[in-house]
């Protein structure tokens, strides 16, 4: 009886926690909208909040920055992942990146004699090039926020027959010459990968410029560079460049 009421103690402080704002509702979405439709909700909110066209609101500051927010969070998976199972306190415990680390987990880990020990992240892992596009955008696109349908043609590796040597290292080994004489001497070592070509694909891209985008901002799509045949693709980047009136 204990275990259960301590248990219901503890929902009812994690309840308490996650409460914040509902970045559902001030995007006027449903829980189950998809990134398109929180784009499109976020793109049409904008406009109508933007303080610019509201300069007789008090609020109007609050309600865009309430509104940028739920943006922020509702487009980023992990954080949107996050924000449904823990609320806007656990998307601020994730900090400055920890790769969706969950801030709840040790403690729910501990109270049911459950390990959690953290995983580490794969810092060493190759990338390939990225790639940066200019986006020539009007003035008024800028300033309204628009959306850019990009058609993609990328390399990217695919598995095919056979094997290849890879992760290739060199390592120092000792080899005995004598009574009391040793040798080192460097080798080349490899692991052995499944096989892998070059094939070209078509994706469609959707390039959001955001409302009052400024000349030089950035939008970055993660894994669609350069591909690296041993490690990640790079990032493909597109910044804004505003055509200005002849």
């Known amino acids: 009886?204990?275990?259960?009421?301590?248990?219901?103690?503890?929902?009812a402080t994690f309840e308490f926690v996650v409460c914040?704002?509902?970045?559902?509702?001030?995007?006027?979405v449903s829980k189950s909208a998809n990134a398109n439709q929180i784009k499109k909700a976020y793109r049409k909110l904008?406009?109508?909040l933007h303080p610019d066209r509201n300069q007789d609101d008090e609020m109007a500051n609050e309600k865009f920055q309430d509104l940028s927010s739920a943006y922020e969070v509702l487009s980023d998976k992990e954080k949107r992942?996050?924000?449904?199972?823990?609320?806007?306190?656990g998307v601020a415990k994730m900090g400055g990146g920890g790769g969706g680390h969950d801030p709840f987990s040790s403690f729910f880990g501990d109270f049911f004699g459950g390990g959690g020990g953290g995983g580490g992240g794969d810092e060493g892992t190759p990338k390939g090039a990225d790639v940066t596009i200019d986006l020539f955008v009007s003035l008024e696109e800028a300033y309204n926020g628009h959306f850019v349908e990009i058609n993609r043609k990328k390399a990217?590796?695919?598995?095919?027959s056979g094997t290849r040597q890879c992760n290739c290292r060199h390592e120092m080994r000792t080899e005995q010459m004598g009574m009391g004489r040793f040798q080192m001497?460097?080798?080349?070592?490899?692991?052995?990968?499944?096989?892998?070509?070059?094939?070209?694909?078509?994706?469609?891209?959707?390039?959001e410029v955001e409302v009052?985008?400024?000349?030089?901002h950035t939008q970055v799509f993660h894994?669609?560079?350069?591909?690296?045949?041993e490690g990640d693709p790079g990032d493909l980047k597109f910044k804004i460049r505003i055509q200005k009136h002849s």
């Open 212 to 216: 009052g985008a400024n000349e030089g």
């Open 46 to 48: 904008a406009k109508e």
């Open 1 to 11: 009886m204990r275990l259960i009421n301590a248990v219901l103690l503890a929902l």
């Open 156 to 160: 990217v590796y695919k598995q095919t």
């Open 20 to 28: 914040g704002r509902d970045f559902y509702k001030i995007l006027g």
């Open 223 to 229: 894994g669609e560079g350069e591909p690296h045949i």
């Open 81 to 89: 992942a996050m924000y449904d199972r823990h609320g806007e306190e």
């Open 185 to 207: 001497f460097q080798v080349k070592v490899c692991d052995e990968c499944p096989n892998v070509k070059l094939v070209q694909e078509n994706k469609v891209l959707e390039v």
